[in-house]
């Protein structure tokens, strides 16, 4: 099968979970299958965890595109928009114009048999585009997540900050897991609250 797979950022190298258990993902089905994965650049050291990264899959295709570095004033200006934004504060990183465009080109100049999308904060990318079926690797159900960071945070304007946080990565989450076809999970309990926040 011909895979597209979409990360944020290169999940190399393997020192958190969520790249542990992207790359060995990756490494298991590229010795089966040919994978292309699409992704962006921000620094040089993204440019060379991908160069390790091919090192460390040779069959992995890679179609990496470079983006400008977040500023100070960036982060900024997407706090501020953050009110009017659908998505939450921190998925709106990953909406970089260039590599959205960079995702939507490779997709509609390949023909793939399956789509991943690794992380759900990508999703978006997704939304509006015809495509193969499409796989999403949930490494959290991030919504149960900020909820108890919100749950003991101090003082209480923080706590209600957070907690606005948390409702729009509820209903963000929402809509994500519905561009997609199938769901992976990381564990029965996160399964059970995805089947519980979109049915079926």
């Known amino acids: 099968m011909k895979i597209a797979f979409v990360t944020a950022r290169p999940p190399y190298p393997p020192d958190s979970g969520g790249r542990i258990r992207t ?3 990756l490494r298991e089905v590229c010795g089966v299958h040919e994978v292309t994965l699409m992704t962006a650049s921000e620094k040089r050291s993204d440019e060379l965890a991908l160069a390790a990264l091919e090192t460390a899959i040779p069959r992995l295709n890679v179609r ?53 999308c690794d992380h759900v904060q990508m999703a978006h990318v997704f939304a509006g585009l015809a495509t193969a ?9 991030e919504s149960l997540l900020i909820q108890r960071i ?8 923080r706590r209600m900050a957070i ?38």
Do not use: M
Not at 133 to 141: F, I, K, S, Y
Not at 150 to 157: E, F, I, L, S, V
Not at 166 to 185: H, Q
Not at 191 to 198: F, H, K, Q, Y
């Open 23 to 25: 790359f060995q993902l």
């Open 64 to 116: 990496a595109v470079g983006i400008a570095p977040e500023t100070p004033l960036g982060r900024l200006g997407r706090a501020a928009r953050n009110p009017v934004d659908s998505l939450p504060y921190t998925w709106a990183r990953y909406r970089h114009p260039r590599h959205i465009a960079h995702v939507q080109d490779t997709l509609r100049e390949g023909r793939y048999d399956v789509i991943h």
């Open 133 to 141: 079926p499409r796989v999403l690797n949930a490494h959290n159900v």
């Open 150 to 157: 919100a749950a003991k945070a101090r003082p209480w304007w």
């Open 163 to 200: 907690g606005w946080q948390a409702s729009k990565v509820l209903k963000a989450e929402r809509r994500a897991y519905r561009l997609f076809d199938r769901c992976l999970a990381v564990s029965e309990a996160d399964a059970a609250e995805i089947e519980r926040l979109v049915p079926g």
